[in-house]
């Protein structure tokens, strides 16, 4: 898999994710969506990955979780 970029920048990551909430959920899910987690993310214990398994991505393995994001990118134009 030679073709995964793994090093995105948090500004670029940040844009991607956003336009990807918005062009999937609207303009307002995606921002109550964001606000939750940053109101979550109050409460979050310091091991992340653990709380990202917990909420974010119940049951998906890290692999999984990439390949459905690099397929949304490809399906979307956004590499």
Known sequence: MSDIQ???P???????????????FGY??????????????RKMPADYTEWRREHLFEGMTDEEILNDAIG????????
């Open 6 to 8: 793994k090093d995105i």
């Open 72 to 79: 949304y990118a490809k399906n979307n134009h956004l590499n």
């Open 28 to 41: 307002f899910n995606a921002m109550e969506f964001i606000s939750s987690l940053i109101d979550e993310g």
């Open 10 to 24: 948090i500004e670029e990551l940040s844009k991607l994710a956003t336009k990807c909430l918005i062009d999937n």
